[in-house]
């Protein structure tokens, strides 16, 4: 069954950086599937965070409360996807989940969580001095 693992969450204090890997199981091959980061605070609403387009990403969409401190990246031969996250702030704390979606071109990725059907089991991310 294809899976996808997130790592690299942890404590972290404002300022700080975390560099979240998202990889998938042998039997998926990743290079064909956009990669979406989703974030979920408590007692708010899941939300979307980045993604990357298939194949080479040539396409990466960021919301504005991380656009400037966060990179998405993808190495398809080591199947993972990564988040880089720079000068972290306490409202980015969260559990932080990749999903994986098709779409029907390599140069597009959606924000919308119901374009993804593949879903990892989060990985939390703390931001506290």
């Known amino acids: 069954q294809a899976q996808l693992v997130e790592s690299g969450g942890g404590l972290v204090q404002p300022g700080g950086s975390l560099r979240l890997s998202c990889t998938a199981s042998?039997?998926?091959?990743?290079?064909?599937?956009?990669i979406g980061w989703f974030r979920q605070a408590p007692g708010k609403e899941r939300e979307a965070v980045s993604c990357?387009?298939?194949?080479?990403?040539?396409?990466?969409v960021y919301s504005e409360s991380v656009k400037g401190r966060f990179t998405i990246s993808r190495d398809n031969a080591e199947k993972t996807v990564y988040l880089q996250m720079n000068n972290l702030e306490p409202e980015d704390t969260a559990v932080y989940y990749c999903?994986?979606?098709?779409?029907?071109?390599?140069?597009?990725?959606?924000?919308?969580?119901?374009?993804?059907?593949?879903w990892g089991q989060g990985t939390q991310v703390t931001v506290s001095s």
């Open positions: 990357i387009s298939p194949r080479a990403g040539s396409s990466t």
């Open positions: 999903a994986a979606g098709r779409v029907h071109t390599d140069y597009v990725c959606y924000q919308g969580s119901a374009s993804y059907g593949v």
């Open positions: 042998d039997e998926f091959t990743l290079d064909y599937w956009a």
